[in-house]
């Protein structure tokens, strides 16, 4: 009988091992603070190399003329390099990191003049900036748009026949000021092939689809207008039907497609009025009434959750849908402490778990995207106000596991995680209570520092309030939970 070989078998334990680690969900929080304001703008994974590369601007503080910023990262949140790319006069506005290369990074963004109003961004260009995997340029192609009309944010999209097409919006300020919807088609290797603009639009492009028919799918905005549309274009982009979808949402949007008719969509939505909840969708392409295909549901209301503002939604796996956004978050520069808040639900939108991280600073979410390893990685920026005179924001980059955890970190992580939250904090005469949507009931207890209880709240679903009006000023402390394993404690003020 022929024994087995002990060194065969151990190689084969050192390879299984190997590949074992190679296919852990990893998890890290990056902060990358400097004496610049610096924000992420857009994030791609390797799954080859296991890195990511993420794109933002960097600038100095109290001037408006940014450079664009490419960082790259490890799958375990180590800087492995960084550049910039910059023009003595325009600013740049590096946004998004395309996909559908191998060896070769493709960024995507704009170059206008440098200005403190939005009308500023004139003699704009559409850039694609092209760098090896170590980062080193390649080429930088640059097409103009029209010089007395204002760049608006924009979205890049990889057709089916390998064709990209810029969306977005232009303003004419010397006409009309309004935003109005814009079209650029590129070929594979980025030659410029066609510009469309609608001058008698409102709005601008979110998202194209090509379809079967040879004809495009796209989907507009309104800007401000609670009913976002779809434009039926031919193949030379004549419009050839208008409808009405997501008449619940508005942007910022974030979309994927579940099939040919189909689609994922997150975006700040207007259930019973309310506005800035984050509100999620799948969709038939052409109609939003059909009770038997279309699913919807919302998250937040009360004016206080916000989607990510380049792209909230993302899924590898669609039994897998990740959403992210902010709580609490009114804009930039705010000084008061917020939140990110990252769902995950399955293909029907049932939520398996909310969590929200932060609490300790002002948070603003610009991109997630689900990785390969069962996780998402979410990247934005982050605004110290307690630490800081001066408006200032940090890069910030938190990638969780399949859970939304933070797990097996080196050191322990700046961010807290947090499956309920108490608000405004400090606060005068009332406080309220934010729970994960995984919890349907739960309890809320409010304690002096003498230890008495002064405060039971039952809190049935999502939102809990309590009047504090009858408290004298000063530190308390709370805790919040449930028997399905909730469990909260923090410290609130009243002034």
């Not at 009770?291 to 004016?303: H, Q, R």
């Not at 890069?395 to 992580?413: A, F, Q, R």
């Not at 729970?435 to 230890?451: K, P």
């Not at 308390?476 to 003020?493: M, S």
Request: contains cysteine; hydrophobic residues 35%; aromatic residues 16%.
């Amino acid at each position: 009988m022929k024994l087995f070989n002990s060194n065969i078998f151990f190689l084969f334990i050192l390879l299984f091992a190997s590949e074992a680690l190679q296919s852990q969900e990893k998890s890290f929080e990056y902060i990358l603070a400097t004496e610049n304001d610096e924000i992420a703008y857009g994030i791609r994974e390797d799954t080859v190399e296991h890195v990511y590369y993420i794109t933002g601007r960097t600038q100095l503080y109290n001037k408006n003329h940014k450079k664009a910023l490419f960082i790259k990262l490890s799958n375990e949140g180590v800087l492995m390099d960084s550049t910039s790319l910059s023009d003595s006069v325009q600013s740049y506005f590096m946004y998004d990191i395309l996909s559908g290369f191998t060896d070769t990074i493709v960024y995507t963004g704009v170059k206008y003049d440098t200005g403190y109003i939005i009308q500023s961004r004139i003699n704009s260009s559409l850039i694609f900036y092209l760098s090896n995997e170590n980062m080193n340029p390649i080429d930088t192609l640059e097409y103009p748009l029209p010089g007395n009309h204002a760049y608006f944010l924009s979205y890049v999209r990889r057709l089916s026949n390998g064709k990209y097409i810029v969306l977005g919006s232009l303003a004419d300020t010397i006409g009309n000021p309004t935003p109005m919807f814009f079209l650029y088609e590129f070929s594979a290797m980025f030659d410029s092939l066609q510009f469309v603009f609608w001058p008698d639009s409102i709005g601008g492009g979110h998202d194209i689809m090509l379809q079967e028919d040879g004809n495009y799918w796209a989907l507009i905005s309104g800007f401000g207008s609670w009913n976002p549309r779809y434009w039926t274009l031919d193949s030379n982009y004549n419009v050839l039907a208008k409808g009405k979808v997501l008449s619940f949402m508005s942007d910022p949007f974030g979309l994927k497609w579940d099939s040919d008719t189909t689609f994922y969509v997150c975006g700040e939505g207007a259930f019973g009025g309310y506005d800035d909840d984050i509100s999620i969708a799948r969709q038939l392409r052409t109609d939003y009434n059909n009770p038997d295909e279309n699913i919807i549901s919302s998250w937040g209301t009360d004016s206080i959750d916000f989607p990510a503002i380049k792209g909230g939604l993302d899924f590898n796996n669609k039994d897998s849908i990740f959403i992210g956004g902010m709580a609490l978050w009114w804009g930039s520069f705010q000084e008061t402490s917020n939140w990110f808040v990252v769902i995950q639900t399955d293909s029907l939108l049932n939520v398996r778990w909310e969590r929200f991280y932060g609490g300790d600073a002002y948070y603003t979410m610009w991109k997630l995207i689900a990785t390969s390893d069962g996780g998402c990685i979410t990247v934005g920026g982050r605004y110290d106000y307690r630490n800081t005179d001066i408006e200032q924001e940090d890069i910030y980059i938190l990638k969780l596991n399949s859970e939304g955890l933070l797990v097996g970190n080196p050191e322990t992580p700046a961010i807290k995680m947090q499956e309920a939250i108490v608000f405004p904090n400090p606060g005068t005469n009332r406080l309220r209570v934010r729970i994960a949507a995984q919890y349907n009931n739960s309890t809320f207890e409010l304690y002096d520092m003498a230890g008495n209880r002064v405060i039971t709240q039952n809190i049935s679903g999502k939102w809990g309030e309590a009047n504090t009006t009858f408290l004298p000023a000063g530190n308390y402390v709370y805790r919040i939970f449930n028997d399905a394993g909730l469990f909260e404690t923090g410290k609130w003020v009243k002034r």
